[in-house]
């Protein structure tokens, strides 16, 4: 017997020190509260994110470091787990860190109950995702920062297929109003031309399917009367359950690259520290005659004259988000261009980047001058049976 009791008391310490070494190493955060809410205890992960000490802390109440837009949520779902109206659940939730900024992290909790069920205390284990959020984020700014700037014309819908979001649509289009489609579903917008119905009863279909689907064709009359045939594509991104998730939202990503590579104007990303070139598309790689290799291995500087350096280094310095410029740039064949560049800043990998799109001006500025001369030709031409006509 005293046997088996030293056995349970052994067990009983190993299994305390592996807690504690769990508590303290713990790449997650780790807080134990009274039932009021008040910090019992911070594990050193926690104090790191929060960037408080322990101490600090136990003079804290867990809502003290909750921001102000989720208290209310938070306490309400801490009161019903206690109560034992509501299970504990995953939730993604802001904190504020001790210089006022925003923490995004995935909490999720547990009460601890005595042998009659009654709360003791509760754990709350924090998993910081602000970084993701942020590159999220950043995602989904280049990815519009693209579509603005693409020919074509892009769009979100919600789950119930309502239209949300209309970046990329000509408000031409639209008789100069956005508002008139936001909201709709794609067939319950105005203006409509008959299409048989078997033909939106099969697209509906596919839409609640979650399917993907590409150029299903539909007819609309303009403001003008002029019937307009239009061909959308488009991909769900949603989960399992229908609504959208966050893999789907890293997906914007993917969509950022594939319109960056298959956008019919040259582009590239450029470093605006050390002005190396940080990525180039197809149409870039055409225009200046570089394998991909060669471009990612040179900076801005090295494919300009030699007396537009200072300027170009003036650029980089100028803070404005937006800016159009006409610049000479260098082939690799030798060939001076000239070009127009719209570019935006952007953080591309934790770097500080400006995106830039090229449109080559060469066959733009030939005609201009062709046409200069044609018309100098013609007034000294003028001019000279003018001459003739009076001697």
Known sequence: MAGNDRADSDAAIASGAAFDALYEHAPVGIALFSIGGRFLRANAALCRLLGYSEEELLQKTHLDVVHLDDLEA???????VISGKAKARLAERRYVHKDGSTIWANASGAV???????????????HDVTGLKRSLRNAKRRFRRLIEMGSDWYWVQDAEFRFVEVPGIDVQELDGDTDIVI??????????????????????AKLARHESFTDFIFLRYNKAGELRYLSVSGEPLFDEQGTR???????????????????????????????????VNEAAIRLYGYAKEEFL??????????????????????PANYRSRIWR???????????????FNLDF?????????????????????????????????LASQGSGSTS
């Open 74 to 80: 938070t306490a309400v779902a801490r009161a019903q």
């Open 112 to 126: 601890v109950r005595d042998a009659a069920g009654a709360p003791l205390c509760t754990v709350l284990l924090v």
């Open 183 to 204: 909201g709709k579903a794609r067939w319950e917008l105005p203006g409509l031309a008959p299409l048989p119905e078997k033909a939106w009863e099969q697209h509906r």
């Open 245 to 279: 998730d966050q893999k789907a939202m890293e997906e914007s990503e993917r969509r950022y690259r594939t319109l960056f590579d298959a956008n019919p104007y040259p582009m590239w990303v450029v470093d605006a520290k050390t002005l190396a070139f940080l990525a």
């Open 297 to 318: 291995a040179l900076s801005a500087e090295q494919i300009r004259p030699e007396e537009d350096i200072d300027d170009l280094k003036k650029a980089f310095e100028d």
């Open 329 to 343: 740039h260098r082939k690799k064949n030798g060939e001076v261009i000239p070009v127009k560049i719209t570019s």
């Open 349 to 381: 990998g934790g770097r500080r980047a400006r995106l830039g799109v090229i449109e080559d001006l060469t066959e733009r500025l030939q005609a201009e001058e062709r046409a200069r001369q044609s018309e100098r030709r013609y007034r000294e031409l």
